[in-house]
């Protein structure tokens, strides 16, 4: 059974700092593994999609990696803003779409 | 593009009576949506995956009789909570893959919060 772990599971920081989501999962055998967000009461905003042959993605201040080998991916946050402030959940595709619990990041002005 | 909704947004009911959730997919067809729950401070579980013209696949200890779902058209996929009580309470999100997308990338709905009460 796949299981996904990420940490921290809560991060607080200044304005301005660069920062780094870990993400892990047991099964390497995924099809891709997806960054979302998700800020609170609302649903879930696809950040990042990284196929299981690429390494990373990019899309603004976000980067993602993915090492499918060692079952880890992180999402790298560069120069964060308080608008940032949200839950970022990891997910893999497997035969299903697994998450993790989310690290509540807390950006302070 | 890739726009799912739900409705409603939110919903309070009395305990005992039916609930109905819509899962639209705006500009895709979809033969597969997904069905989860979200309890406060906790991640998405996944409760059924909801087929285009075929029964409804549920994870283990989701009772299917008291979650009904119906996939009857390709943007379509509606979930009923049947005699809902207040442990039903909780945020429901759907998500889809749209048909022509080889890569399995799920798109999500707003989510709709559920209370009974």
């Known amino acids: 059974k796949q299981e996904v772990t990420q940490i921290p599971a809560a991060l607080s920081v200044p304005e301005g700092e660069n920062l780094v989501l870990n993400c892990s999962f047991t099964?390497?055998?995924?099809?891709?593994l997806q960054w979302f967000r998700q800020d609170p009461g609302k649903g879930l905003t696809s950040l990042l999609l990284?196929?299981?042959?690429?390494r990373e993605q990019t899309s603004g201040r976000l980067n993602a990696s993915l090492d499918k080998s060692s079952g880890r991916s992180t999402l790298y946050i560069a120069a964060s803003q308080p608008g940032d402030s949200a839950t970022y959940l990891c997910?893999?595709?497997?035969?299903?779409?697994?998450f993790g619990e989310g690290t509540q990041l807390t950006v302070n002005p | 593009g890739a726009v799912v909704s739900q409705h409603p947004s939110w919903v309070i009911c009395k305990s005992g009576t039916s609930v109905k959730i819509e899962c639209r997919s705006l500009?895709?067809?979809?033969?597969?949506m997904f069905w989860y729950r979200q309890f406060p401070k906790q991640s998405l579980m996944l409760m059924a995956t909801?087929?285009?013209?075929?029964?409804?696949?549920?994870e283990q200890g989701v009772e299917k009789d008291k979650f009904l779902i119906n996939h009857a058209s390709l943007t379509l996929s509606t979930l009923t909570v049947t005699s809902a009580h207040p442990e039903d309470s909780s945020f429901y999100i759907c998500?889809?893959?749209?048909?022509?997308?080889?890569?399995?990338?799920?798109?999500f709905g707003p989510g709709t919060r559920l209370t009974v009460l």
């Open positions: 909801s087929n285009e013209g075929s029964k409804a696949t549920y």
């Open positions: 997910a893999v595709t497997g035969s299903r779409l697994t």
């Open positions: 099964d390497s055998a995924i099809y891709n």
């Open positions: 998500s889809a893959n749209p048909i022509v997308e080889q890569n399995n990338e799920q798109f």
């Open positions: 990284i196929q299981s042959s690429q």
């Open positions: 500009d895709f067809q979809a033969t597969t």
